[in-house]
């Protein structure tokens, strides 16, 4: 694994291999890493990188967020649960030289999230095992605790395609060999309620 564009282009991370089941860890590849920054970047979106807050959700080693890093971000919360993930984090955060901008909190996204921020983030990456529903968990916590408004785009990994998620709008799905990239937002007349 490796970072792909910015001040980090070509930086090696901790490497997995084909990640660490038994951590549930499964790290985005550089391919659809790559892929997933293109589209976000193809201008549909508007402007979630650059000067932009990010939320890493399932962070794992956390090759999503420190990319984003890399390509700009102000900043990026990263939340993961398994002990062996934070150590692999906590490396690749130090890795790339980005602790100031970095912060790690250790909880479970499925659950009432701590409050992370006075304001909503721009861009969100779910990114968690596939196939146990937890993604769509934790887009529910994230409308519960008001971490997303109608113009945040959340990037949904999952290992199948998803048509429909109850009060969000799904605006693209692109497939990665067995990965599925939802590019969603939430439906407006929910984000101020």
Do not use: W
């Not at 193809?42 to 959700?57: H, M, P, T």
């Amino acid at each position: 694994m490796r970072i792909i564009s910015g001040i980090n282009k070509g930086r090696n991370l901790i490497d997995l291999g084909k990640g660490d089941p038994s951590a549930s860890l499964r790290p985005t590849s550089d391919r659809v890493r790559e892929s997933i920054f293109n589209v976000i970047n193809s201008g549909k979106f508007g402007s979630k990188i650059e000067n932009c807050y990010i939320l890493d959700l399932f962070a794992g080693t956390g090759a999503l967020g420190l990319e984003a890093l890399s390509r700009g971000a102000k900043s990026v919360v990263f939340i993961d649960n398994g002990a062996q993930a934070i150590q692999f984090l906590k490396q690749n955060i130090s890795i790339c030289g980005v602790q100031n901008k970095a912060k790690i909190i250790k909880t479970d996204a499925t659950k009432k999230l701590p409050k992370l921020s006075n304001r909503s983030f721009d861009t969100i990456f779910v990114d968690p095992p596939y196939g146990k529903g937890f993604g769509e968990q934790s887009l529910k916590i994230l409308e519960e605790c008001r971490l997303v408004n109608e113009e945040t785009l959340i990037v949904l990994e999952e290992g199948h395609q998803i048509n429909a998620i109850e009060n969000f709008n799904i605006s693209d799905c692109r497939r990665y060999g067995s990965s599925y990239a939802h590019f969603l937002t939430i439906n407006k007349y929910q984000s101020g309620n």
